[in-house]
């Protein structure tokens, strides 16, 4: 059974910075594309990045982009999303999903429960 596990949440003031992890089991995901989306109150779930399992290729949503880096570790099986410069409009519910070859992010089966970010002013 497929597992994503997010951790690292927490509150935070602005400036600040936090680092999330996405624990990943239950099958190889050596060809499988990883993400991060967030939800804040009241609004649609948005993508924040991407990262290639195995090549390493990322992406970013213009909002977070030389703020966040996403990267991986293949021996932990371990997404993370080092986040820097955290503003309060960063606040929301984060969560990990993970996409097989030809399946896009946004409509993948697989997704953690979510770590909520808090950023104060």
């Known amino acids: 059974q497929v597992q994503l596990v997010e951790s690292g949440g927490g509150l935070v003031q602005a400036g600040g910075s936090l680092r999330l992890s996405c624990a990943v089991s239950?099958?190889?995901?050596?060809?499988?594309?990883m993400g991060w989306f967030r939800q804040a109150p009241g609004k649609e779930r948005e993508f924040v990045a991407t990262?290639?399992?195995?090549?390493?290729?990322?992406a970013y949503a213009d909002s977070v982009k030389g703020r966040f880096t996403i990267s991986r570790d293949n021996a932990k099986n371990t997404v993370y999303l080092q986040m820097n410069s955290l503003k309060p409009e960063d606040t929301a519910l984060y969560y990990c999903?993970?996409?097989?070859?030809?399946?896009?992010?946004?409509?993948?089966?697989?997704w953690g429960q979510g770590t909520q970010v808090t950023v104060s002013s």
């Open positions: 999903a993970a996409a097989p070859p030809g399946r896009a992010l946004s409509t993948t089966d697989y």
């Open positions: 239950g099958r190889t995901f050596s060809n499988y594309r």
């Open positions: 990262i290639s399992w195995s090549y390493g290729t990322t």
